[in-house]
């Protein structure tokens, strides 16, 4: 499906993505390549700095001197903290040229996760973790759209998802390596080694990606367009709300893990790479499917989460089936590309807000599923209650969508009948 097809409610619009996927693709120094895979070590740093802050969970609850599911708050704070900085950074650096921002945006994600280091206390950690994630969103909305434009319109979503790729790489390498760092020398050591990623992309972006100016009349007022647009809240309803039980069972996998399924907590590293093997293979499909049947991918992704989330609840018994699950879990991740596609097709010429609000979506998800696992494990429903929690979220993140569908096939049927029977391309 061609963003041309996606959004055809408006001939504005239609004209406008029309002359978008004519345009050339950006030239990289040492060719496009080097350049997705130094903004994919950015998402390696990302995803290592969110990803293992859960490892480390009961560490620092112990730490700080307070419970597992309290510490859980540090979780929501760098959450609530992508969820304020994507979309004001955006706005606010709007025209600001990309290859430097997103260099700056880096450095304060090294910043945040150097505090987290020192923090001493709770509200230490607490707030040391809201600036952490500050960049986080509008980084990834800034790296994807960079991205985006290295390639030829057709290979749109494997781009983005290479960027991702990162994040679901470092699910395999990066988190169990900080994790098993933090059990050997403290958490903290978590922590300086996800600035020293950190700074190890600022470099690596400055020498292998172009210069891409910002776009061609992009202001705030325009980046704020995207929010007068409902199928961008839709598509970001989907995110927040279908997304959040993978986060719901990840945020308090090790203690599941090890209460549960009585495995040591040096094992719990190796099961951690196992959702990120998952996580790998996921977003190569999704990147890989939602080129070809974008809103199929979608459909396909939301039934695949409620379905392995809800397996958790029976399958953490055993060493073997928990393995097998978390891995089946990881591909969850497919939701990534294909929302980030969607976005790019709905949202008009406030593709960077729109790119950087999918992250604000997926982490207001890591939000809203930590706070909703741990309520219901506070609640007394017991440690593999988070799966039950997160297939009722994937059910309802399927009820937003089926809304944005039906919204969309309305506006078709209204403007151009004919293209009624294009609603699953």
């Known amino acids: 499906m061609t963003a041309a097809e996606c959004r055809l409610s408006d001939?504005?619009?239609?004209?406008?993505?029309?002359?978008?996927?004519?345009t050339a693709s950006v030239a990289a120094?040492?060719?496009?390549?080097?350049?997705?895979?130094?903004?994919?070590?950015?998402?390696?740093?990302?995803?290592?700095?969110?990803?293992?802050?859960?490892?480390?969970?009961?560490?620092?609850?112990?730490?700080?001197?307070?419970?597992i599911p309290v510490a859980g708050h540090m979780i929501s704070a760098y959450a609530l903290g992508v969820v304020v900085g994507a979309p004001a950074i955006t706005v606010a650096l709007a025209r600001a040229p990309r290859r430097g921002l997103l260099i700056g945006l880096m450095m304060v994600f090294g910043i945040g996760n150097l505090l987290s280091a020192l923090a001493s206390s709770y509200a230490g950690v607490v707030a040391a973790r809201f600036?952490?994630?500050?960049?986080?969103?509008?980084?990834?909305?800034?790296?994807?759209?960079?991205?985006?434009?290295?390639?030829?319109?057709?290979?749109?979503?494997?781009?983005?998802?290479n960027v991702l790729l990162g994040l679901s790489v470092a699910n395999v390498v990066g988190v169990p390596l900080a994790t098993w760092l933090g059990q050997v020398f403290g958490w903290r050591a978590t922590f300086l080694v996800v600035a020293a990623l950190a700074a190890l992309t600022a470099a690596l972006v400055r020498v292998f990606t172009p210069e891409i100016s910002a776009?061609?009349?992009?202001?705030?007022?325009?980046?704020?367009?995207?929010?007068?647009?409902?199928?961008?809240?839709?598509?970001?309803?989907?995110?927040?709300?279908?997304?959040?039980?993978m986060f719901a069972v990840y945020s308090y996998v090790t203690p599941t893990l090890t209460e549960v399924t009585g495995l040591s907590l040096s094992m719990v590293p190796p099961m951690l790479a196992l959702l990120g093997l998952g996580m790998i293979a996921g977003n190569i499909a999704g990147g890989w499917l939602s080129d070809r049947a974008?809103?199929?991918?979608?459909?396909?992704?939301?039934?695949?989460?409620?379905?392995?989330?809800?397996?958790?609840?029976?399958?953490?018994?055993?060493?073997?089936?928990a393995a097998i699950n978390l891995f089946l879990i990881g591909g969850c991740i497919a939701m990534g590309p294909a929302?980030?596609?969607?976005?790019?097709?709905?949202?008009?010429?406030?593709?960077?807000?729109?790119?950087?609000?999918?992250?604000?979506?997926?982490?207001?998800?890591?939000?809203?599923?930590?706070?909703?696992?741990?309520?219901?494990i506070a609640l007394g429903f017991g440690w593999t209650s988070p799966g039950a929690v997160g297939a009722l979220l994937a059910a309802a993140g399927g009820v937003v969508l089926f809304a944005s569908f039906r919204l969309e096939a309305a506006d078709r049927l209204r403007t151009q009948p004919e293209a009624i029977g294009r609603t699953f391309r």
Do not use: C
């Open 339 to 376: 929302l980030q596609t969607r976005l790019m097709d709905v949202a008009g010429d406030a593709q960077t807000l729109a790119a950087a609000l999918n992250h604000s979506a997926f982490n207001l998800a890591n939000a809203l599923g930590a706070w909703l696992g741990g309520a219901a």
């Open 215 to 245: 776009p061609v009349g992009a202001s705030a007022r325009r980046e704020l367009g995207a929010l007068r647009r409902p199928q961008v809240w839709l598509t970001l309803g989907v995110a927040a709300i279908g997304f959040g039980g």
């Open 131 to 161: 600036v952490a994630g500050l960049p986080h969103g509008a980084y990834f909305g800034v790296a994807m759209l960079a991205a985006a434009a290295l390639v030829p319109p057709r290979k749109r979503a494997q781009a983005v998802a």
């Open 29 to 67: 120094p040492y060719g496009s390549a080097l350049a997705q895979l130094a903004l994919a070590v950015g998402g390696f740093a990302i995803g290592t700095g969110e990803f293992a802050a859960m490892g480390i969970l009961p560490s620092v609850a112990t730490a700080v001197d307070v419970s």
């Open 294 to 321: 974008l809103k199929a991918t979608l459909v396909g992704a939301l039934a695949w989460n409620g379905a392995v989330l809800a397996a958790f609840v029976f399958t953490s018994a055993s060493s073997w089936s």
């Open 11 to 22: 001939p504005a619009d239609l004209a406008a993505v029309e002359a978008e996927l004519t």
